[in-house]
């Protein structure tokens, strides 16, 4: 389409309509924005970069390590490849979908043990246990098995990059894995924190972020220096949707070609910028709905006193009501008696006025000073 005939199309028949809009559909960007998920993190947000690594490479066989819901497979089977599917724990709907598509084969297994039991690939998609020993393992193996692959990997940036993660259960021994807790992190302080980016059980974080063998970057930078250092290796990274990572041999077929075709995407400053952005946005919006369920569980709470404190108040009221009737009864006994009982000797009114005078006397008695005479 010419820059004449763009300006011409209208509406749907526009390239790119669902980023624009147009005078007759203005809400499509907002419709097409509020039909992702709040929380974008697939690797399917990556089809453009797997096109363009496909474009520039022959790969008729892909290793995805961590499919979760399966939705990234197919994109790999469409540009033409047979997947290997690797994913520890699939559940019911994930083995329906990949048994739907024969280009698809479901590997139940953990990475990297499985790795050695499958075909040499061409493309390795690395999205499994977020780890410096698993990845570190991963990429061991890849370099020294599968040396033109081309291997992609997500997470390697916050907040995996310099803190480990580890899928539950996890079959690290204790000496691979750092301390780690159920909270999560957040950009906006150091520090773990419950209303940070947590795994709700599926994973944990390390307690601890930086320093040697934790994150996935951490085990790209040893595997480069250890393993890949010989080989002429190199890394890329796309800085969007929490990095996405090409790692090749530069004497691979393709690699100048791809690494080429992506620059303009992993120089952008720009991009960085808006994933940045997005992670802070993200993790202020996991602050907020953490502060509004913990008002609400002591909204809640306050709700229970007061109605505990209405109840109390409500058996209170019965009990004096059932005090005064008890009491009433009881002055109306007390009258009858007195009707009934011969004539007082002393009235109640002139026992009040003796009381008074009493009283009065005893007042004067106490003002007297003292030695005076009685
Ligand atoms: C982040 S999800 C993968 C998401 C998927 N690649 C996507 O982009 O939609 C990570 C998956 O890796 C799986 N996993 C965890 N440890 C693994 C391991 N050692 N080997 C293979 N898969 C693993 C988890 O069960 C989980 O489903």
């Known amino acids: 389409m010419t ?16 980023v624009t809009g147009s005078r007759e559909d203005p809400h499509a960007q907002a419709r097409a924005a509020r039909a992702q998920p709040l929380l974008l993190h697939s690797m399917s947000l990556f089809r453009e970069l797997f096109e363009t690594i496909f474009a520039h490479r022959e790969i008729a066989t ?13 994109v790999y089977a469409d540009l033409g490849a047979t997947v290997h599917c690797v994913e520890p724990a699939p559940g019911d709907e994930l083995r329906a ?44 193996w890849i370099m020294a098995n599968a040396p033109d692959a081309v291997v992609a990997m997500h997470d390697v940036l916050w ?64 595997a480069l220096a250890d393993d890949g250092a010989a080989g002429g290796w190199r890394f890329a990274i796309v800085p ?4 996405f990572g090409v790692l090749m041999r530069t004497s691979a077929p393709g690699a100048e070609q791809i690494f080429d075709a992506l620059r303009p995407l992993t120089s952008s400053n720009l991009l960085a910028a808006l994933e940045n952005n997005r992670i802070a946005l993200y993790t202020r919006v996991l602050q907020l709905q953490y502060e509004a369920a913990a008002r609400t569980d002591d909204a809640d709470r306050l709700t229970e006193t007061v109605n505990r404190q209405q109840q109390e108040i409500v058996d209170l009221r019965a009990e004096l009501d059932r005090a005064k009737a008890e ?48």
């Open 62 to 74: 892909v290793v995805e390590v961590g499919v979760e819901s399966g939705q990234v497979s197919s």
């Open 159 to 222: 907040p995996c990059g310099r803190r480990d993660f580890y899928y539950q259960p996890s079959p690290l021994a204790p000496g691979d894995a750092h301390p780690a807790t159920t909270d999560g992190p957040t950009v906006w302080h150091d520090d773990l924190t419950p209303a940070g980016f947590v795994g709700d059980g599926v994973f944990t974080a390390a307690v601890d972020a930086g320093g040697p063998r934790n994150g996935v970057l951490t085990a790209v930078e040893d």
């Open 97 to 140: 979908v990949l048994a739907e598509d024969p280009r698809l084969n479901l590997v139940e297994g953990l990475s990297p043990a499985v790795l050695g039991e499958l075909p040499a690939a061409d493309l390795y998609v690395l999205d499994g246990d977020h780890n410096y020993a698993v990845v570190r393992e991963e990429l061991a």
């Open 240 to 243: 969007a949707v929490f990095g």
């Open 3 to 18: 820059p004449d005939e763009f300006t011409r199309a209208s509406g749907a028949d526009r390239p790119g309509h669902e």
């Open 327 to 374: 009491n009433a009864t009881r002055r109306q006994e007390l009258d009858r008696l007195r009707g009934a009982s011969v004539p007082q000797r002393v009235r109640e009114p002139e026992l009040s006025e003796a009381v008074t005078h009493l009283g009065r006397a005893l007042s004067a008695r106490i003002r007297k000073p003292p030695g005076s005479a009685r």
